[in-house]
């Protein structure tokens, strides 16, 4: 995410259960407790449950956008009960 450093490393996706194995820095490690990517709809969908100290039940629901390669969509802070529009660009 370019608003603060935060980055979301996908290592691997099952294509069968569609189960993700991915890592969520801030800028350190904050464990990823589920992590799934799946089609709807003919879009490549993405979410992603962070379970940790500080983050417990934060959401990512996002959706891919292979025309500018970005994942985009929003975080769900259940501490402070809002949603906040995020985007994720592909390191280089």
Request: aromatic share 10%.
């Amino acid at each position: 995410r370019p608003d603060g450093g935060y980055v979301l490393e996908v290592r691997a996706v099952d294509g069968a259960s569609g189960r993700m194995d991915a890592a969520y820095l801030n800028p350190r490690p904050i464990h990823v407790g589920k992590a799934e990517a799946k089609e709807e709809g003919g879009k490549l969908t993405v979410f992603v449950e962070l379970q940790d100290v500080g983050y417990p039940g934060s959401i990512y629901r996002l959706t891919y956008l292979p025309q500018v390669d970005q994942l985009i969509g929003t975080y769900y802070q259940p501490a402070v009960e809002q949603s906040f529009d995020v985007e994720f660009v592909r390191l280089p």
